[in-house]
């Protein structure tokens, strides 16, 4: 089992930079590949970025050159999503996701889910 949690969600002004982390315990066997979701209101969820045990890394293009996926080393303990010149449209609640199938992150399925986190951009 894998207990995910995520933490640095909250409210930044357009432009601005939030830095979301994602704290994986529990059996890191279980675990090659992690993500990023997000689903705003009244909207479906949205895949953000992925990252691999190999390291590679995914992004939607509606984030790309402005959000980072990284990991603190190859188990995968702690997934950040930093994200900069943020816009309205990123508000959301954004979720960690993790899995041992890459596969499954990408396509929504994974096993483990984080509880969110808010992000709102707003001025």
């Known amino acids: 089992q894998v207990l995910l949690v995520e933490s640095g969600g909250g409210l930044v002004q357009p432009g601005g930079s939030l830095r979301l982390s994602c704290a994986a315990s529990?059996?890191?066997?279980?675990?090659?590949?992690m993500g990023w979701y997000r689903q705003a209101s009244g909207k479906e969820r949205e895949l953000v970025a992925t990252?691999?045990?190999?390291?590679?890394?995914?992004y939607a293009d509606s984030v790309k050159g402005r959000f980072t996926i990284s990991t603190d080393n190859a188990n995968l303990n702690t997934v950040v999503l930093q994200m900069n010149s943020l816009k309205p449209e990123d508000t959301a609640v954004y979720y960690c996701?993790?899995?041992?199938?890459?596969?499954?992150?990408?396509?929504?399925?994974?096993?483990?889910w984080g509880q969110g986190t808010q992000v709102t951009v707003s001025s």
């Open positions: 996701a993790a899995d041992l199938s890459f596969d499954a992150v990408v396509h929504g399925g994974a096993d483990y």
């Open positions: 529990g059996s890191f066997f279980s675990i090659n590949a």
């Open positions: 990252i691999t045990r190999g390291g590679s890394t995914n």
